[in-house]
Every structure is written in C-alpha cells, then in structure tokens.
Nanobody, 118 residues
C-alpha cells in the first residue's frame, strides 16, 4: 500500500505561482511512477504530469512550459511547480502513485484545491 498526502493548494490570481507537494509512504524508487491529475467541476479527471522512477517526465499539453514535476532526493515527496497560472487551471489536484507488482494499481491522495482568479 501507498499513503499519499497532498499540500500546497490555495487561491491565486492569474499569472501567479503555486507549489503542490505530495508526501508518500514509499519512495518512488519502489514504485513505477508518481504524478498529478486534476479534475475541474463538471469535467473528467485529466493527467497533468508524471514522473517515473527513472526520472522521465510527461506533461499535458495544456501545462507544458508552465508546470514542472520534481522529487526530493529520497524520492518520497513529489512536487508540482505551477507557474503562469490561468483560470482554466482551477481544479482539485490529486497526487497518484502507480505500482505494477504484483499487479498494476494506482493509489490516490485526497486532493487539494487550486483556484485561479482572473
């Protein structure tokens, strides 16, 4: 099992920045990947950014060049640096951790609200 605790959400004006943190009970080096999804009201949950245990990253087109995913040296905290925030970035952001052994499974955090005002 993996426990995930997010923090760092809040309200910010357009053009501002926020950093989300996700503290995991296991290091990313014992997982397949960690990352962030978000869900806006009335919309489906969408992938924002992924970080693999090999430090490969992947971003949604809508956040490329504005958001950066990173981790601490121990690999048990993943960050999402969000810059140049837009009102359309408003959503609940969820941290996830992916395991593939013994079978593929995703663990989720409780979510943190990000609200960007124009």
């Amino acid at each position: 099992q993996v426990q995930l605790v997010e923090s760092g959400g809040g309200a910010v004006q357009a053009g501002g920045s926020l950093i989300l943190s996700c503290a995991a009970s296991r290091s990313i080096f014992s997982l397949n990947a960690m990352g962030w999804y978000r869900q806006a009201p009335g919309k489906q949950r969408e992938l924002v950014a992924t970080l693999t245990r090999g430090d490969s990253t992947n971003y949604a087109n809508s956040v490329k060049a504005r958001f950066t995913i990173s981790r601490n040296s121990a690999g048990n905290t993943v960050y999402l640096h969000m810059n140049s925030l837009k009102p359309e970035d408003t959503a609940v952001y969820y941290c996830y951790a992916q395991v593939v052994v013994p079978s593929a499974y995703d663990y989720w955090g409780q979510g943190t609200q990000v609200t960007v005002s124009s």
